[in-house]
T-cell receptor, first 114, second 111 residues
Framework: EAGVTQFPSHSVIEKGQTVTLRCDPI?????LYWYRRVMGKEIKFLLH????????ESGMPNNRFLAERTGGTYSTLKVQPAELEDSGVYFC????????????FGSGTRLTVV | EDQVTQSPEALRLQEGESSSLNCSYT??????LFWYRQDPGKGPEFLFT???AGEEKEKERLKATLTKKESFLHITAPKPEDSATYLC????????????FGTGTKLQVIP
């Protein structure tokens, strides 16, 4: 089966601009998660979708971040306007039945805000 | 606050030299503990889930164990292809499905 696909793989934008990251989960996976790793820190949870609904968005840092999941398929994470501290690697993961922790991760999008 | 601490931060082994990685945690009700492997430029790859103290899981040269306060990832006779960053993550009761990751142990196996 195809894995979790994320694009772009890299993005360099200027402070104040808008960036949209996309994630295509494994087909049939109802659960979709966004995580990010800021330089030198651990991977941190952002939010969790079950189909098109946000199950848990407790990790979203502020209202500059907007996540959507159209029709319960792919998901986008928009950062508007981007700040320097948003730089990092954004990972998407999916799972079929919400099995604890047994996610399949994508390769991530490396975001650099300059 | 739930915390996950991994040690050492980095480990260099000769091929065939067995060792263990540690993951200690403080959570208010552990639901599960997970080990992942991450290669450079890739996302984490799931290895094991452990649910209760005393549980053990094995896969090739890797064996994960769990106590009430920590988990160990034992690597037996490692090969250069085992070089990667190994991540520990925990899920706690009441946290829906999100997991808390440690910062990882970067393992290098020298031929």
């Amino acid at each position: 089966e195809a894995g979790v696909t994320q694009f772009p793989s890299h993005s360099v934008i200027e402070k104040g601009q808008t960036v949209t990251l996309r994630c295509d989960p494994i087909s049939g996976h109802d659960n979709l998660y966004w995580y990010r790793r800021v330089m030198g820190k651990e991977i941190k949870f952002l939010l969790h979708f079950v189909k098109e609904s946000k199950q848990d968005e407790s990790g979203m840092p502020n209202n500059r971040f907007l996540a959507e999941r159209t029709g319960g398929t792919y998901s986008t994470l928009k950062v508007q306007p981007a700040e320097l501290e948003d730089s990092g690697v954004y990972f998407c993961a999916s799972s079929q039945d919400g099995r604890l922790g047994g996610y399949t991760f994508g390769s991530g999008t490396r975001l650099t805000v300059v | 606050e739930d915390q996950v601490t991994q040690s050492p931060e980095a480990l260099r082994l000769q091929e065939g030299e067995s060792s263990s990685l540690n993951c200690s945690y403080t959570v208010s009700g552990l639901r599960g503990l997970f080990w992942y492997r991450q290669d450079p430029g890739k996302g984490p790859e799931f290895l094991f889930t452990l649910y209760s103290a005393g549980e053990e899981k094995e896969k090739e040269r890797l064996k994960a164990t769990l106590t009430k306060k920590e988990s160990f990832l034992h690597i037996t006779a490692p090969k250069p292809e085992d070089s990667a960053t190994y991540l520990c993550a925990v899920q706690f009761s009441g946290g829906y499905q999100k997991v808390t990751f440690g910062t990882g142990t970067k393992l290098q196996v020298i031929p």
